[in-house]
Each structure stands twice: as C-alpha cells, then as structure tokens.
C-alpha cells in the first residue's frame, strides 16, 4: 500500500505564508494526478488544488492568486506553498495522489491530513 504524509501545517496571522508538503513511501511504480483538499469545520472536504504528472496545475476560485501547487516526479513528493492566507482559509489540509503500486493497479490514496489555522 501507498503512504501519504503531509507537514507543515500550522498558526499562523492573517496574511502569513505557510508550506505544506506530502511525502510518499511503499512502492510505487506510478503517479498520475496529486492534489491538495481541505477540510473546514462544519464543512465537506473541498479540492484545493491538482497537479498533473505533466504539470498541468488547477485552482480553486478561492485560493488562485495566492496558493501554488508544486511536485517533484523523482521524490514523488507534492507541495502547496500558501501566501497572503486568511482567516478562512482555516482547515485540515490533505494531499491526494492516484497512484500504481505493489497491487498493480490504480488507486486513490489519502494522507492523514495537517492542521492549518489563520489568525485574524
């Protein structure tokens, strides 16, 4: 099985920066798309943001202009580096991979998620 595992989450003040990143582990053979969602309270998870293995990137209307996804093929690792963030922002953030591992077929993996709260 394939593992996810984000970091760097954290407080931070309104307008602030902060980096997340997923690393992988298990074997894995292939990763098609990746992504970041985000979980509010009260509230369903919600997509983020989604990189191809091409580098094809798409945003949600609320985080464009502030959020930028980013991957490394050869870690198979995916961040999301986050600026000018507001208070609504606030959310568990998970990272999302569709992956070819040791089962030798695709599937959707999930990480744990990291907590991120945006002080106003």
């Known amino acids: 099985q394939v593992q996810l595992v984000e970091s760097g989450g954290g407080l931070v003040q309104a307008g602030g920066s902060l980096r997340l990143s997923c690393a992988t582990s298990?074997?894995?053979?292939?990763?098609?798309?990746m992504g970041w969602y985000r979980q509010a309270p009260g509230k369903q998870r919600e997509l983020v943001a989604t990189?191809?293995?091409?580098?094809?990137?798409k945003y949600a209307d609320s985080v464009k202009g502030r959020f930028t996804i980013s991957r490394d093929n050869a870690k198979n690792t995916v961040s999301l580096q986050m600026n000018s963030l507001k208070p609504e922002d606030t959310a568990v953030y998970y990272c999302?991979?569709?992956?070819?591992?040791?089962?030798?077929?695709?599937?959707?993996?999930w990480g744990q998620g990291t907590q991120v709260t945006v002080s106003s």
């Open positions: 990189i191809t293995s091409g580098g094809s990137k």
């Open positions: 999302n991979a569709e992956a070819l591992g040791a089962s030798m077929s695709w599937r959707n993996y």
């Open positions: 298990g074997i894995i053979f292939s990763i098609n798309d």
